[in-house]
């Protein structure tokens, strides 16, 4: 009984917050730095098991929560990379109710 509650809760979580717009957080490495767009978010690159060969920086860590389209969730983490100044993901991390990445911006 109590595993159908629980699947019941999730499928109606799913539903509610699949209507509901994707709000990325960001968590900036250095507080003190604020970095400018200069990719478009289609422009962001996507490192899921490998990393750049080419210099970079971490400039911190997306977070998105709660939509069942993977798709999407790696779209809403490049829109807020963008915004925040990185050029790249990196590390992506599916969770299962979410995804995280690093964002990084080439030297």
């Excluded at 098991?49 to 920086?57: A, E, F, K, T």
């Excluded at 969730?73 to 109710?97: F, N, R, S, T």
Aim: charged content about 20%; proline content about 6%.
């Amino acid at each position: 009984m109590k595993k159908w509650i629980c699947l019941v809760v999730c499928i109606a979580s799913c539903l509610i917050f699949s209507c509901c717009s994707l709000s990325p957080n960001f968590a900036s490495t250095d507080a003190s730095k604020v970095y400018s767009q200069r990719v478009s978010w289609e422009q962001i690159k996507v490192y899921r098991s490998s990393v750049p060969d080419v210099p970079y920086l971490e400039i911190g860590s997306v977070y998105v929560c709660c939509h069942p389209d993977a798709d999407e969730l790696v779209d809403a983490l490049k829109e807020k990379a963008a915004k925040c100044g990185g050029d790249a993901i990196i590390a992506v991390e599916p969770y299962p109710d979410g995804m995280s990445a690093t964002v990084i911006r080439f030297k």
